[in-house]
């Protein structure tokens, strides 16, 4: 086999594109995470009994039990306000 086997058909990067716009979603985010296993709580360091905070994002979260028995973290600030900041 050699390459002048093969046929080559000229492109450009406008070929990978559509031209109907698809819309980007805003990343979905769930104020309150199930807590499976201690694996989950990577990234969060506990401030108090109850009280975490993300390392990368900078945000307080509580940490609380519910009457089933399962742990659940859940943000203590809406995305509008933002990370803490010092």
Known sequence: ??????????????????????????????????IASESDLRGFIKVAKDKLIHISTQDFWSLDKDENGDFFISRLADDSQGPIKE
């Not at 093969?6 to 979603?25: A, G, I, M, N």
């Open 1 to 34: 086999m050699k390459i002048s086997d093969f046929s080559f058909e000229p492109s450009s990067l406008d070929d990978f594109f559509t031209l109907t716009p698809v819309p980007v979603r805003k990343a979905s985010f769930s104020p309150r995470v199930r």
